[in-house]
């Protein structure tokens, strides 16, 4: 090669590095503000998208007891409990199940009480009875449910003017089963033992499945029957107050 041609070749070769250099650097530069713009845009929409669409819930779980009254009057109720102090709570404090009593405002037709004060019939069927005949006598349909899936007791039960219509508890063993099965247990197959039935020597393998089938079952019966507490819509919790205070003698 002619010795005056190295230079002009040395020159097209670093120019054409050059070039390359900086197309490269405008690349990066164009890609890094497409990159920030679309994560400010999606920084945006997430942003919106968590405020509108996902909307915080007012009840948090389902209680694992709750009476369903027939009824619009949320006083009436309150007078059939004969419930002392009672002061305005709101949905969300009322359903948290910190409240000895609390009388939500109605919804379609029927009114919701939960609480601690709320009979057990695993710790005595008896009260239980009482209560909820007691309670049907002073204000007419009054239903009873209670799940705990930990051990598996549940228990659902009508009452009307003051006589059982229909109940069912477990807790280890039947401990009340009145009246014939309702359409909606059939529906459901929800399994009911009799009194002295020992499912441990007939379904040896089966029946902590059934027992839990059962448990698991609760909502979707109360729902048939009534209502059931974590189908009501978000929308009324943002209207009325219900009742909460201390039940003078339940049981």
């Known amino acids: 090669m002619n010795s005056d041609l190295i230079p002009v070749v040395l020159l097209a070769l670093f120019c054409v590095a050059l070039g390359a250099g900086v197309s490269v650097t405008l690349l990066v530069l164009r890609w890094r503000r497409k990159q920030r713009g679309t994560q400010g845009l999606f920084n945006s929409d997430f942003s919106s998208l968590s405020s509108f669409v996902v909307p915080q819930t007012a009840i948090v779980q389902r209680p694992g007891a709750w009476l369903a009254v027939r009824s619009r009057n949320v006083h009436a109720v309150q007078a059939a409990l004969d419930l002392h102090n009672p002061q305005p709570c709101t949905w969300a404090e009322g359903l948290a199940g910190e409240q000895r009593l609390f009388i939500a405002p109605p919804v379609n037709g029927w009114i919701l009480i939960v609480g601690s004060e709320l009979p ?31 051990l598996g007791h549940h228990a ?38 009799q009194y002295f039935e020992s499912p441990e020597r007939a379904l040896p393998f089966a029946q902590s499945d059934i027992v839990m089938m059962n448990t698991e079952k609760v909502p979707s019966l109360a729902a048939r029957w009534s209502i059931d507490p974590a189908d009501i819509d978000e929308r009324a919790f943002e209207h009325g107050f219900g009742i909460t205070g201390e039940p003078s003698r339940l049981y």
Not at 123 to 147: M, P, T, W, Y
Not at 178 to 187: D, H, I, N, S, V
């Open 156 to 193: 659902w039960i009508q009452a009307a003017s003051g006589r059982i219509v229909r109940a069912y508890a477990w807790a280890g063993r039947t401990l009340w089963n009145q009246g014939a099965k309702t359409r909606a247990e059939l529906e459901l197959g929800v399994k009911c033992f």
């Open 120 to 150: 057990d019939p695993a710790e005595d069927v008896d009260a239980c009875f009482r209560f909820l005949v007691n309670l049907s006598r002073k204000i007419g349909h009054v239903q009873f449910f209670s799940a705990n899936r930990v």
